[in-house]
């Protein structure tokens, strides 16, 4: 068989086996067989019949939805050679300085065990159990006694650990060439320029109407916000997650945001989900780790989510591992903490605080979150190459500024006021908290809609453009920190496609 | 379709350079690989594979058996194959790479010797290379697939056929079709799933020692 097709079979069969472990194919096969009793299904035409079953009964609209959703978020099987390894990370050196970074934050975390003397995980007395259950609706906004314990690591060690990434087998003299970069990731990995980036965020453009800016309240709404509308209504008749993704892009209306992403994400809710989360909250009742008492409520549930651990094969990261006391080595008591395999950070908690605007349910809030991690969010949080990994979303920012804005790039050089210490916090908690909730809504449309984390970038280099004024006048790290403090007034979808396709360069 | 490794000698990496070997202004920008293939008899190569290492392009030359009378000399069969989109930066520099028959420019049967010309002109690298090279030859041809063959080759719209004037199927046609069904439900039945049943705990217990690091 030619290698074409043999790559579309290769593919074809790594789906399947994907969709295989579903509930999605549980439910297939039992209308399949339910469908058996139906007059129009004849036993000669078996196969046939059924898939035109599916297709009139919209099953077969949701094993798309399935397929595109596998398709968008696993990489494709590589080469047959490679190792598992090379398909969460293919250099070498990126996945030693994540190994070491790794050690880091696990050495962190046993000390913080030693010191004060807490478990890494303790089974709660049974009146404590019983204390939690009854109070587990009021716990939203509690935030337990942090005064102990100190954050696992900030945003800014991992920043410094990002700058010290080297490659061995790169040029890294003194001398300045044609390559030199000026900013602090020193590591050539390939980063679109604004041509490029103009051709992938094409619907951003000047003459494609825009949630965010043609929907103001000086622009009549029959222009394009009642049309948009009206068109996000029929994609979510269709239930087509493609189509939603491609709608999105433009913006989604406030009111069907939450279904929009659903369907994006492919999250239904099936009253399995709700059970699952059910048993999650009775794992979290049970347990009291001590990873907990760095995040809040839902973010507890995922702590114990084992099928988090799915995503590390595409993730550079690995999970922590740890054996059961007194069975140091043994393999059959081997188990990895927290149980998803995800040490939440300083800040982590803002990746579920705007879903909280969107989903009133906790088990949908649940979902969301969960699926939003392991497509996007963990990338900002871990060491690779990936084109939406936060190294190079790092490297795309400097050389957005340094080949764009060189004066105001030079200038804060200059004065130590690398743009990058500035902008990181930005990027790696995703400009939660920093802008206005219906503004990084927003935002978060065009990650979902672009499948991609390079918007964030891109809005980062766009924020310097539009202070440069101020900023060309400041003299030290801390004034330039000061004019980019405050970013709650700016408004995303104005500055991104004036950056991107209204500058004169 | 199998494939059979080839034992193969792959001798050092020499770099062409112009002017003074020894000055050590600017680096190299072409090497060279010569694979032999010591007791084999000339074969017909089926795909080569390896692991790139900052090479950006791949030229690859093979020298073949002819009959008695001819000299064998070097023919190209790959020319500037590209390995790095952009030789400046790391996209596609630590890849697994495959090469096939049908990409090469020549008959590749009877091969004898090859040589890898290996290019990467950014100035940037301070080594450059391909490991973990194999060269295969076609091995005996294998029926059975992974996977069942109506997935990867769904067969069209069929059109049922006109029941016959007393419109009762043929008896014999029905049992074959019932066995059909039943031997699908027995592939389907006996695929189990690969869904995590969500437990963290050993039996109940996550009383845990320290994180290791391994």
């Not at chain 1, 690591?153 to 060439?177: H, T």
């Not at chain 1, 990994?389 to 490297?395: A, F, Y």
């Not at chain 1, 984390?453 to 790290?477: C, D, G, K, P, Y």
């Not at chain 2, 690989?33 to 030359?61: G, M």
Request: aromatic fraction near 10%.
């Amino acid at each position: 068989m030619p290698p074409e097709e043999s790559d579309l079979s290769l593919i074809i069969a790594h789906v399947v086996q994907k969709l295989k472990g579903s509930s999605l194919y549980a439910q297939l096969e039992r209308q399949a067989w339910a469908s058996l009793q139906r007059p129009e299904i004849r036993l000669e035409s078996l196969k046939e019949d059924i898939k035109e079953f599916f297709k009139i009964s919209g099953w077969e609209k949701k094993l798309q939805n399935a397929v595109y959703s596998e398709l968008s978020v696993c990489p494709l099987p590589s080469h047959p050679a490679a190792p598992p390894e090379h398909l969460k990370e293919p250099l070498v050196y990126m996945r030693k300085a994540q190994g070491s970074w790794e050690k880091r934050i696990l050495k962190s975390l046993n000390s913080m065990c030693t010191e004060l003397s807490i478990p890494l995980a303790r089974k709660r007395p049974a009146l404590e159990q019983k204390e939690l259950l009854n109070k587990w609706n009021e716990m939203g906004t509690d935030e337990p006694d942090l005064s102990l314990f100190r954050p696992v690591y900030a945003p800014k060690d991992f920043l410094e650990v990002l700058i010290n990434l080297r490659n061995p087998n790169y040029e890294n003299g003194d001398s300045l060439g044609f390559r030199t970069h000026l900013g602090l990731i020193q590591v050539p990995l390939k980063v679109k320029d604004i041509p490029e980036l103009k051709e992938c965020f094409v619907e951003l453009g000047l003459t494609t109407g825009q949630l965010g800016i043609d929907d103001s309240t000086q622009v009549p709404p029959e222009l394009f916000e009642n049309e948009h509308v009206r068109i996000g209504q029929k994609v979510l008749v269709e239930q087509d997650s493609a189509a939603a993704q491609q709608y999105i892009r433009q913006g989604s209306p406030t009111a069907l945001r939450a279904e929009l992403w659903a369907l994006i994400l492919n999250v239904s809710s099936q009253p399995e989900d709700v059970l699952y989360y059910e048993q999650l909250k009775t794992n979290v009742i049970q347990h009291d780790l001590l990873v907990d008492s760095l995040i809040y409520k839902v973010l507890l549930c995922f702590s114990r989510d084992t099928s988090v651990l799915g995503h590390f094969s595409y993730n550079s990261a690995s999970p922590p591992k740890s054996y059961i006391r007194g069975k140091l080595g043994l393999e059959e008591y081997a188990v990895f903490y927290p149980p998803n395999g995800v040490i939440p950070f300083h800040g982590f908690s803002m990746y579920v605080a705007p879903l909280c605007f969107l989903y009133h349910e906790p088990y949908k809030l649940y979902q969301i979150f969960r699926e939003m991690y392991v497509r996007f969010f963990f990338r900002l949080h871990s060491i690779s190459s990936h084109p939406s990994g936060i190294v190079s979303l790092c490297l795309l920012f400097e050389t957005l500024l340094q080949t764009y804005l060189p004066q105001l790039f030079y200038h804060l050089r200059e004065i130590g006021a690398q743009p990058l210490r500035i902008s990181f916090k930005w990027m790696v908690r995703a400009f939660s908290g920093y802008l206005a909730t219906d503004q990084l809504l927003l935002l978060w449309d065009r990650i979902l809609g672009y499948n991609s984390l390079e918007i964030l970038a891109v809005l980062a280099a766009a924020v310097f453009a539009f202070r440069a004024v101020n900023l060309m006048e400041v003299t030290s790290l801390a004034a330039a920190e000061a004019v980019l403090a405050d970013l709650s007034t700016l408004k995303v979808m104005p500055l991104l496609q004036i950056f991107l396709f209204a500058t004169v360069t | 379709m199998s494939r059979v490794s080839v034992p193969c000698h792959v001798k050092g990496t020499v770099s062409l350079q112009v002017g003074d070997m020894r000055s050590s202004q600017g680096r190299p920008g072409v090497l060279v690989i010569d694979v032999t293939f010591p007791n084999v008899a000339p074969f017909e190569l089926q795909e080569i594979t390896f692991k790139n290492y900052y090479t950006a392009f791949l030229s690859i030359r093979v020298r073949q058996h002819t009959s008695v009378h001819t000299p064998t000399k070097w023919v190209t069969c790959l020319r500037n194959y590209c390995l790095m989109p952009d030789p400046h930066s790391e996209e596609g520099a630590q890849d697994y790479v495959s090469l096939f028959k049908h990409q090469m420019l020549c008959d590749m049967s009877k091969i004898l010797e090859l040589r890898l010309i290996l290019r990467q002109p950014s100035p940037l690298w301070l080594s450059f290379t391909v490991e973990e090279l194999q060269i295969y030859h076609q091995g005996p041809k294998s029926p059975s697939v992974a996977f069942p063959k109506w997935l990867s080759h769904p067969v069209p719209c069929e059109q049922p056929p006109p029941l016959p004037e007393q419109g009762l199927p043929d008896p014999s046609r029905v049992s074959s079709e019932v066995q059909q069904m039943w031997a699908l439900t027995e592939m389907v039945r006996a695929n189990h799933t690969s869904t995590r049943i969500g437990r963290f705990d050993v039996d109940g217990c996550y009383d845990l020692n320290l994180l290791s690091y391994t």
